[in-house]
């Protein structure tokens, strides 16, 4: 059980390779978060609301293997999953950091190219990130900003 996040690129799908995989433990996430909170670089946000499948008239019944909806079904699971995959990419326009909650639930919410900036600009900017990625200790860390920069370049990242 934990968090595996990957990194997307810019259209939306997920970046193969190694290096675009990071993966936390359940036990791990919450001092990483606790220190990306120290640096100030979450925001707290409400987690946003995602579609239920009875708005869409739907049941899990259609998304059965095998199942051939009619075509005003068909309509209405992909209006379904429209919607469901536009409440995982939500964002604020002008972020101030990265919502703690598409780090905390692992379900696939976008972490946006804008949002690790802005995280990765107050981090930088703090008085002690000189001493934040010495090699010493425990290296997650080091390696979190490393990815947190990649992702930076690429399309954003997901947890899941």
């Not at 059980?1 to 993966?23: K, P, S």
């Not at 002008?94 to 981090?123: D, R």
């Amino acid at each position: 059980m934990g968090y595996d996040i990957y990194i997307q690129t810019a259209d939306g799908t997920l970046a193969e390779g190694d290096e675009n995989y990071f993966r936390f433990a359940w036990t791990a996430m919450p001092r990483t978060l606790d220190a990306m909170a120290n640096f100030g670089m979450l925001t707290e946000l409400p987690v946003p609301s995602v579609p239920t499948l009875s708005a869409y008239g739907l049941a899990i019944e259609d998304f059965q293997p095998g199942t051939q909806p009619d075509q005003a079904t068909a309509n209405r699971i992909a209006e379904f999953r429209a919607a469901y995959q536009a409440a995982l990419d939500a964002a604020e326009p002008k972020p101030t950091g990265i919502p703690s909650y598409k780090l905390q639930v692992n379900g696939g919410f976008l972490v946006t190219v804008a949002e690790i900036s802005a995280a990765l600009t107050t981090y930088e900017a703090h008085p002690h990130v000189d001493i934040a990625e010495m090699p010493m200790g425990d290296p997650t860390w080091r390696a979190w900003m490393a990815f947190l920069r990649r992702a930076r370049t690429h399309g954003g990242l997901r947890t899941y």
